[in-house]
């Protein structure tokens, strides 16, 4: 259907604040051009991230009132975690506020220096939290999923002949594989079943524990379900618990995948690394049996995690991503094809062929976007993974604007908003300049640094 037709009733609404074009303008200048650093009430229509920012239901809310804040033994921390283990089979599930926190946690255990980790693509906090503890991430991501235009139906897999070749060269100091579901950073694009379950093998051929990083498993699950030959007949819960079923541990932003505003967990199959996760916990998060969230986020994500795996849910959410590529493609601008799971993805190098990738055509579409029509997005580039371990600065291999798209949040007419916006900016694309850094942090620089238009 050219309609999308949201599988849910709206029952409470939130005002958005109509801001003009110079008083964006003006705001945007004010934060160094760096849209982490505007105000939400500024914001139209803010895609900056799905994380956190979906909309509860009616039963989650629900459950938030029969959350019980005990500090140790809630009965909301079992029911989250039977939940949890629904759909993950592993043996111990440990709670955190967020999903940086369990990787943290993990890092803590797996990190160090000298230490080498490969993954399809590792994201910003997963990357910052390998490289705090000294460690550096490696990305094996399939040669397609570095080009925006083809159509693979599982650019986010891994390279399992590079990833073969690396436990080879660097064996000794590998202490974990890890596969991002969906592959954030490269569009959000699919992980196969085949793929994971490959990986899971090489790892363990190579006597190395195998996790996931699994925000987007519900989505991953989605295009399993729709492109994988023989999953076409398969439940979506069956297609997740195989994919979980042969990884040895995962760490979960429960604000993606979960319907969370807030909550995470890292999931181990070892006793005695769930006893060291366990010990940090206390020392950074909370007791064991909450882990820094309150009982009625732990309900929350035990309701929410009934209700991602909803087949219309799903349906509708994929449907909305490919039905704004389709229009954006129509008109010209290049976009990571095929559509991903929880975002929509600009090819702004090539969209802005004129600005080098050293000067962040990234950035320039994201802050014409919020200039124009007060749209929040995210650079996914040089801005972001540019900077090198060793100080020295090389072009991304993608210079992407991701339209992370909130969950159960937006409508259609939003979103036909967002594209007459495109269509504006397609017209001046050729007016826009790049950007240069004058300042930034040690470590994850975009979320903070500060940006000047060049020639300003």
């Not at 629900?62 to 079992?78: I, L, N, W």
């Not at 399992?160 to 436990?167: K, Q």
Request: proline share 5%; net charge negative; charged share 25%.
């Amino acid at each position: 259907m050219r309609t999308i037709f949201e599988p849910f009733r709206i029952k409470s609404v939130e005002p958005i604040r109509i801001t003009t074009r110079e008083e964006r303008q003006a705001l945007i200048k004010d934060v160094h051009y760096n849209l982490f650093g505007l105000k939400s009430d500024d914001v139209l229509i803010d895609l900056l991230t799905d994380s956190g920012t979906g909309a509860m239901s009616s039963a989650q809310w629900a459950g938030v009132m029969r959350g019980d804040e005990s500090y140790a033994g809630s009965p909301s921390f079992f029911r989250f975690r039977d939940a949890v283990q629904n759909l993950m089979p592993f043996e111990h599930i440990v709670p955190t506020h967020q999903g940086r926190a369990a990787e943290a946690i993990l890092f803590s255990i797996f990190g160090g220096e000298g230490r080498n980790i490969p993954n399809n693509t590792h994201f910003d906090t997963t990357r910052g939290n390998i490289e705090a503890s000294g460690a550096f991430g490696h990305d094996l991501v399939i040669e397609e999923g570095k080009d925006p235009s083809s159509l693979h139906p599982f650019k986010g897999n891994m390279d399992l002949d590079r990833l073969a070749a690396y436990l080879d060269e660097h064996g000794d100091s590998v202490p974990c594989v890890m596969i991002t579901i969906t592959n954030n950073a490269g569009g959000g694009q699919p992980v196969s079943l085949e793929n994971i379950q490959a990986v899971s093998a090489l790892a363990k051929a190579h006597g190395k524990p195998f996790f996931i990083d699994g925000c987007r498993f519900a989505e991953n699950a989605w295009f399993i379900k729709q492109r994988e030959p023989g999953q076409g007949e398969r439940s979506i819960p069956d297609i997740v618990r195989d994919c979980f079923a042969c990884a040895d541990g995962m760490t979960m932003s429960a604000k993606k995948d979960a319907f969370g505003n807030i909550g995470g967990w890292l999931a181990l199959n070892d006793p005695e690394l769930a006893e060291i996760a366990k010990a940090c916990l206390i020392r950074t998060e909370g007791f064991p049996t909450y882990g820094g969230m309150s009982g009625r986020d732990l309900e929350a994500l035990a309701t929410g995690l009934t209700e991602i795996v909803d087949e219309d849910y799903l349906r509708y959410r994929i449907r909305t991503n490919a039905y704004i590529i389709e229009r954006l493609e129509a008109m010209g601008i290049p976009v990571v094809r095929p559509a991903g799971g929880h975002a929509v993805f600009i090819d702004a190098r090539n969209w802005l062929s004129h600005v080098d990738p050293l000067q962040y055509p990234g950035q320039s579409v994201a802050v014409a976007l919020y200039e124009l029509g007060g749209i929040r997005s995210c650079e996914i580039g040089t801005a972001m993974f540019g900077r090198q371990p060793d100080g020295s600065e090389n072009p991304a291999a993608m210079d992407l604007v991701r339209l992370a798209i909130p969950r159960r949040t937006y409508t259609q007419s939003h979103f036909d908003y967002v594209i007459e916006i495109f269509e504006e900016l397609h017209g001046i694309r050729e007016q826009l300049t790049g950007y240069e850094i004058i300042w930034e942090p040690k470590l994850m620089r975009h979320f903070t640094c500060k940006f000047k238009p060049l020639g300003s």
